[in-house]
């Protein structure tokens, strides 16, 4: 076997907490066949130079990497699962393989879905469906191109085995996932060292996010739990502006870097809608449209109480206290970009976004219409009255770019639930993937837009 492009540039350092992973044995699939790769994403980590023959060894049947990570680990963790604690979590049906440095000097990981059974699988078979995987690249493409800190899927391989689920027509075909992530060190990771009263390795956790994952060097936790507000107050608001709905915020699917991650139920909501959930099993709504800002805070909280363990709580209250503030500043900074204008100061207008949610909640009208018709800050004339208070908080805004791509000159791209199954149907019907490539396609020109 080849060794990898001398671009890599491998950095197990998850190797230095032993206490937060077990070694695992990848699954023996009978058939790989390669779906799709993602050069743009693998070029980031210098793997793009890989032969399709080289990319199935090293991202299918999880051969070691030179300088990296042995064998691969399952991490461990608890978390809030619909806000009740479970202490029976972990890497189910995934894990960590290697840790490389992009082209940033980010410490990125590749991690797993569907790669076998591990100590945390329970009743599992530790695999995932084509569909499910095919869904995964989607929404992760999306969340890109609409600025959105999303991990990004990097390979999707089919593997010749038959699944059996309650939830899709069985027998199911079967692939393995590879996503490229800024870490997978989730809340539930720190709630399951306060679970357990470890607090050395508490605070070599908090080292570790700190150094690996935050570029700064020691381990306070309050500094910590500070930058983590930061980051899951943006990601909250980001979600709000793509108009999108992860489906399960539960607190192990919350990185600490704020990068979205794990996508089983999503949904983008065809309208500015508070009560749209994407999971059939959210029945009270709790990780609905309009109260993901409150589910990833509450989340949040469950970061900070498990730092008591090492710090006192006041500090952490404190630091706690800047939630609100922050994603009060980023949702008015990211729905300027959806706008496509400009800040006329150092803070985001908050009066403008106000008036944008109003006119979205109130004309129920089309998100990726209404997007699409007023980047650039002008609310065309054929839009009513109700448009009124938002005309006037735009005057004097200036367009951040203009409309001159060729994406401007067609239809808006959307990521609604009919598309999604209408790209799944030919492939399951015909192994016609053109579909899908022609999405990813269309979904980074418009990316490339609005960048």
């Known amino acids: 076997m080849p060794e990898c492009p001398q671009a890599c540039r491998p950095d197990?350092?998850?190797l230095s907490l032993p206490a937060l992973w077990d070694e695992v044995v990848p699954a023996d699939f009978p058939d790989t066949t390669l779906r799709f790769r993602n050069d743009r994403a693998a070029a980031e980590v210098g793997l793009d130079t890989l032969s399709d023959t080289e990319w199935i060894a090293r991202l299918a049947r999880f051969e070691a990497m030179p300088g990296n990570l042995p064998r691969p680990l399952a991490l461990r963790y608890h978390g809030h699962q619909f806000r009740s604690y479970n202490p029976d979590l972990g890497d189910g049906r995934g894990f960590t393989f290697a840790q490389l440095r992009d082209d940033r000097g980010r410490l990125m990981d590749l991690g797993t879905k569907g790669s076998g059974q591990t100590p945390y699988s329970r009743f599992g078979d530790g695999r995932l469906t084509l569909k499910g995987g095919v869904r995964e690249i989607l929404a992760t493409e999306m969340l890109e191109a609409l600025n959105v800190p999303t991990s990004r899927t990097l390979s999707l391989v089919e593997t010749g085995e038959a699944l059996t689920r309650g939830d899709e027509p069985s027998p199911a075909r079967s692939a393995v996932l590879v996503r490229l992530s800024h870490g997978h060190i989730r809340i539930g990771t720190f709630q399951r060292l306060a679970y357990e009263r470890d607090a050395a390795t508490m605070r070599a956790l908090v080292a570790y996010v700190l150094r690996e994952l935050y570029g700064e060097e020691g381990d306070d936790p309050v500094r910590l739990l500070a930058l983590v507000v930061g980051r899951t107050a943006r990601l909250a608001a980001r979600y709000m502006a793509a108009g999108f709905v992860h489906g399960v915020l539960n607190s192990?699917?919350?990185?600490?870097?704020?990068?979205?991650?794990?996508?089983?139920?999503?949904?983008?909501?065809?309208?500015?809608?508070?009560?749209?959930?994407?999971?059939?099993?959210?029945?009270?709504?709790?990780?609905?449209?309009?109260?993901?800002?409150?589910?990833?805070?509450?989340?949040?909280?469950?970061?900070?109480?498990?730092?008591?363990?090492?710090?006192?709580?006041?500090?952490?209250?404190?630091?706690l206290d800047g939630y609100a503030p922050a994603y009060e500043r980023e949702v008015a900074a990211a729905l300027l970009w959806r706008l496509g204008v400009a800040p006329r100061g150092p803070e985001p207008d908050r009066a403008l976004a106000a008036a944008l949610e109003a006119a979205l909640r109130t004309t129920a009208a089309p998100l990726d219409?209404?997007?699409?018709?007023?980047?650039?800050g002008t609310v065309p004339d054929g839009y009513g009255s109700?448009?009124?208070?938002?005309?006037?908080?735009l005057s004097g805004y200036t367009a951040r770019k203009g409309r001159s791509a060729s994406y401007w000159s067609g239809e808006p791209c959307s990521m609604l639930i009919d598309e999604v199954e209408a790209i799944w149907a030919p492939i399951a019907d015909a192994e016609d993937w053109s579909g899908l490539?022609?999405?990813?396609?269309?979904?980074?020109?418009?990316?490339?837009?609005l960048a």
């Open 12 to 14: 197990p350092a998850i």
């Open 252 to 319: 192990d699917n919350i990185n600490v870097t704020g990068e979205s991650f794990d996508y089983g139920p999503w949904r983008f909501a065809p309208t500015w809608d508070p009560g749209f959930t994407a999971a059939y099993f959210d029945q009270t709504g709790l990780y609905a449209f309009g109260r993901q800002p409150e589910a990833i805070g509450w989340d949040t909280m469950q970061l900070a109480a498990s730092l008591r363990l090492v710090a006192d709580s006041q500090p952490l209250i404190e630091a």
């Open 369 to 376: 219409r209404a997007w699409f018709d007023l980047f650039g």
């Open 386 to 393: 109700e448009w009124d208070p938002l005309r006037e908080a």
């Open 437 to 449: 490539y022609a999405k990813v396609a269309a979904v980074r020109a418009m990316g490339e837009a």
